[in-house]
């Protein structure tokens, strides 16, 4: 007889199928010459968003804390990514060497902050991380635009003021970090190819971690608390550690974000960003990974697909928001479209065969 | 040996007295009742054992063990677990997943094995999934494994809470009005389920119960309750004979 899969392992395997095929699709598609500028200048951005939407979830969806400030993390990773490629630039030349360790100095970073903002926050109950979260990512968004780093022969500089005042030799000086205008100038080291392999990584790792007994512990502390106690749940460790993977995962984001353009500026990584992620992970289904890939790719696509349609362009989009958002929280129509779903029509098919004999 | 010692244990919210100068001392083995009328403070003794609450005044050892003011877990760790008088499920998770997630501090593996799908992590799994479905099919909640908690009949998760609180292995297992709501076969069940327990896990239980038939049935000891503060306490039979237990009730 053949071995039947669990159910939670049928989930990821969907989940999982459905991020490899759409990307290949993406690649295939490009790689033949098939994809217009437009669609392949997106596909970078949907990975991104895909991942931030899925790290956020495990804040808002698996542990139940709401946090506004993802993009905050996001711009952290953005930031020390950035900084690590244009320092190793000269001693790395081979993009494929440099930007692995970007990515990893920027995730883990974000990862910390997380961390650290987890250890005080995490202990309280009630909506303080919301609170909190939101003041992060606008304090570091504050941060970043008086940040000035540049480096010459005789070292690093780094102020808070302007780099006229740094006395900086003009022969070898090179500016890296510029206040208000951001960083530019970081290797275009975003692949598409690794943006995709990152998103799978992403929801590989995710979706591992909440069929553990890390991810029970996450959703015993979302449903109850105090029950969760009861049983032995150390609730402040599991905590913090959903959260610093999604600030993790949000770093990972904010590196791809900041290869993937010519220059990026503090700006961008504002509450603005913060709540259109939230948005999509609210859309795709609290909770819901595959909901969260889905809204992700959809909504961030379709404003920009949509810019031909130029005055009617938001007109739909907010249709299509306001539909989804309906279609979500209605009981009636869950239980119809499972009647479509591949499990049910499977069921069905096999009693039919199961009356014949 | 005594599993629980309450000394001289009272907590004040206010200037409520919701429990004062309670002493009590249960034996390993022994199957206790603590009753009394609505709102006399049973459940903030539950509440005081497994550190919900810290008291104010006294003391509470565990197997001699002093356990005063520890956090929850912490005390669950050291072997205490309990049932809710509203139940507490997590409710948007399977009754299997309920159960192993009592199971998770017995059967320890690292996140990174779980990443990466490591043999710990499966070993770990299957003696979880194991442990955990010998335990739903004690309380026949075997066919309902896969169902999310909250879509269980009332009576059954009653059922999955205590079956999710002897996941943890506790030497004292605390049950806050388990047969309520419950019809009387219901109940005639449920009083053969907790003896059973009793003898097959080796665990002692205090149990808060308002039904008087489950507790001359199956309680050995009793501590009446009125107040705050103890009004009867010793083997069922005769406390339950005591006439000032008897105008506690009647005067409810
Ligand atoms: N957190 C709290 N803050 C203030 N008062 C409380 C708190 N918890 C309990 N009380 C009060 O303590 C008293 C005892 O409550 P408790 O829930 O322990 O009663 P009980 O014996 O379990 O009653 P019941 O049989 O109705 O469950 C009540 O007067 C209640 O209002
Ligand atoms: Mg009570």
Redesign the interface.
């Known amino acids: 007889m053949k071995k039947k899969l669990s159910p939670a392992f049928r989930d990821k395997l969907v989940t999982s199928g459905i991020v490899v095929v759409f990307f290949a699709l993406c690649l295939i598609l490009t790689a033949a010459g098939a994809t217009s500028n437009q669609f392949r200048g997106l596909i970078v951005p949907i990975a991104i968003y895909i991942i931030l939407a899925v790290s956020l979830n495990l804040t808002v969806g698996v542990l139940g804390e709401l946090s506004l400030g993802h993009a905050g993390f996001m711009c952290v990773g953005a930031y020390v990514g950035s900084i690590v490629s244009l320092l190793l630039g000269d001693v790395i030349e081979n993009g494929y060497l440099r930007f692995p360790i970007a990515l990893l100095c920027g995730g883990v970073i974000a990862g910390v902050f997380g961390f650290l903002i987890g250890i005080p926050v995490l202990r309280l109950r009630g909506d303080y991380l919301a609170i909190v979260t939101l003041a992060f990512g606008e304090v570091i968004k504050t941060i970043v635009r008086n940040l000035y780093i540049a480096t010459d022969a005789a070292g690093l500089h780094i102020n808070f003021t302007a780099i006229a005042d740094m006395d900086l030799d003009p022969d070898t000086q090179k500016i890296i970090v510029n206040g208000a205008m951001g960083i530019s100038g970081s290797p275009r080291d975003s692949k598409m190819w690794i943006a995709a392999l990152l998103v799978l990584l992403t929801v590989v790792v995710v979706m591992n971690l909440v069929d553990s007994r890390a991810g029970r512990a996450f959703m015993s502390v979302r449903d109850n608390v105090i029950a969760a106690e009861s049983v032995g749940v150390p609730v402040v460790r599991y905590k913090l550690l959903a959260f610093s993977v999604s600030a993790f995962f949000a770093g990972i984001a904010g590196v791809l974000y900041s290869h993937n353009l010519s220059s990026i500026s503090p700006s961008t990584f504002d509450y603005n960003l913060s709540i259109m992620i939230l948005v999509y992970v609210v859309l795709g289904g609290i909770g819901s990974i595959r909901g969260s890939i889905i809204a992700a790719a959809l909504l961030y696509a379709l404003p920009e697909l949509l810019r031909a349609l130029n005055t009617y362009r938001m007109v739909i989009y907010a249709v299509i928001l306001i539909t989804m958002m309906i279609l979500n929280n209605n009981e009636k129509f869950k239980g119809k479209l499972s009647r479509f779903s591949p499990k049910t029509l499977l069921d069905r098919m096999k009693r039919k065969g199961g009356d014949r004999i | 040996m005594n599993v629980l010692e309450l000394k001289n244990l009272g907590i004040q919210f206010g200037g409520l007295h919701a429990v004062e100068d309670l002493n009590v001392t249960i034996r390993e083995g022994e199957l206790y009742g603590l009753i009394g009328p609505n709102g006399a403070g049973k459940t903030t003794v539950f509440n005081l054992i497994?550190g919900?609450y810290k008291p104010t005044v006294g003391s509470i050892f565990l197997c001699g063990k002093d356990i005063t003011g520890k956090?929850?877990?912490e005390i669950?760790?050291a072997g205490i677990?309990?049932t809710?008088q509203n139940i507490?499920?997590?409710?948007?998770?399977t009754v299997r997943?309920n159960v192993?997630?009592?199971l998770?501090?017995e059967?320890?593996?690292s996140?990174f094995s779980?990443?990466?799908?490591l043999p710990s992590?499966r070993k770990?799994?299957k003696a979880?999934n194991e442990k955990a479905d010998k335990l739903l099919s004690i309380f026949d909640l075997g066919d309902s494994a896969?169902l999310l908690a909250a879509n269980l009949s009332y009576g059954k998760q009653r059922k999955l809470e205590i079956a999710?609180?002897l996941?943890?292995e506790p030497k004292l297992l605390l049950l806050d009005e388990p047969a309520a709501g419950m019809n009387p076969q219901e109940t005639e069940e449920l009083m053969s389920t907790i003896r059973f327990v009793r003898d097959e896990f080796k665990v002692t239980i205090l149990l808060i119960e308002h039904d008087m038939r489950l507790v001359s049935g199956i309680c050995e000891e009793l501590t009446v309750l009125n107040f705050g503060r103890e009004l009867a306490q010793g083997p069922t039979a005769e406390v339950l004979r005591d006439p000032r237990v008897v105008t506690a009730y009647l005067g409810e």
């Not at chain 2, 507490?88 to 998770?93: D, G, I, P, V």
């Not at chain 2, 779980?114 to 799908?117: H, M, N, S, T, V």
């Open positions: 497994t919900v956090p929850t877990a669950n760790r677990a309990r809710f507490r499920l997590f409710s948007e998770m997943d192993k997630v009592g998770m501090n059967y320890p593996y996140v779980a990443i990466l799908r992590y770990a799994e979880m896969d999710r609180a996941a943890t």
